[in-house]
């Protein structure tokens, strides 16, 4: 039964993966709704673009020439942030603190077609994109100094994207992020006193709530978590718990493609418009560990708040106390399940 006084007043909610707390203020969602409902823009992308330099047979900007590829196609950045051969080093200055990081990262073309997002393909396209991603997680992780990949899309100008021709980035590195730290310790943790997964016991409350629920299939979960910060963010979870997408069946790595495909669609109907986002795989770090402790999953973080052009933006007391929000979890996850 949902508790009506998490839809009233305002009250903080535990992220239990990262150990942090987020404002929730769900009076303030009340206000009459004043935002615009953008129609789809009637600019079309064209199959192929000449310019771009992600498309079938053009050149990129350091002169090599992409393949005439057919569907996915994956290469090393051509303008990485992180080096493969980066000196070793450390700074310790007083408080000055340094040290080196070397990693490998590369740009994943979801399809050669220029006009399409993951929203716009089938699920058996989307699932040659997933089998690429369990490759490269793999091949990555098998060298000695990366110790962590992340897999990750931004989707949209607004969220920084600067080519609309559909694709991902893979960034591998020898150190685990801030984010996949966090999540590390507390999955450990609760491993250790519980002896089960953190991230299964919980989607296991949340199957029995039904009250964030937008989807599932035999071995996802596509919900609001409990804990969500951006208004409409999305987690993707299998069911049972596997370490990371390296685990993944055939017919569950097909099931997870429907997964992204449900939600990106559901995402684009929500303010008619191509919904912008930044998604990422959170799994278990390369190390050579068994990371027992790890349930991998894939969240989605889109800045839309109102319409198409409200934004949500980590301002003023976001910056400098914790992030807040004003639709609660459970009024996000029922818009969207009535767009499925």
Known sequence: MKNTNL?????KRFNILTGEWVLVSPHRAKRPWQGQNEEISK????TYDSTCYLCATNTRING??????????????????????????QV???????????GIC???????????????????????????WKKEYISLGENDFINYVQIFENKGAVMGCSNPHPHGQIWSQSTLP???????????????????????????????????IIFENDDFVVLIPFWAIWPFEVMIAPKKQQ?????????????????ISVITKAYDKLFNTSFPYSSGIHQAPTNGKKNNHWHWHMS??????????????????????????????EIAAQRIKELV
């Not at 839809?7 to 009250?11: I, K, L």
């Not at 370490?243 to 997964?259: T, Y």
């Open 7 to 11: 839809q009233d007043y305002s009250h």
């Open 43 to 46: 600019e079309k992308r064209p």
């Open 300 to 329: 989605f973080y889109p800045p839309l708040l109102r319409s198409a052009t409200v934004k949500k933006f980590m301002v003023g007391y976001e910056m400098f106390g914790s992030p807040q929000r004003d639709i609660t979890a």
């Open 92 to 102: 310790n200055d007083g408080l000055f603190k340094a040290q080196s990081e070397t």
């Open 106 to 132: 590369k740009v994943i073309c979801f399809s050669p077609d220029h006009s399409k997002s993951l929203a716009d393909m089938q699920v058996d396209e989307i699932t040659k994109v997933v089998h690429a």
């Open 243 to 259: 370490r990371n997408i390296a685990e993944l069946s055939d017919s569950e790595s097909r099931n997870f493609a429907e997964a």
């Open 178 to 212: 801030n984010e996949v730290d966090k999540k590390d310790k507390q999955q450990a943790n609760y491993f250790k006193e519980k002896k089960s997964s953190l991230l299964g016991d919980y989607l296991q409350q949340e199957l029995e709530a039904n009250e964030r």
């Open 64 to 89: 090599e020439v992409n393949p005439d590829y057919k569907d996915v196609f994956i290469f090393t950045n051509d303008f990485a942030a992180l080096q493969n051969n980066s000196p070793s080093f």
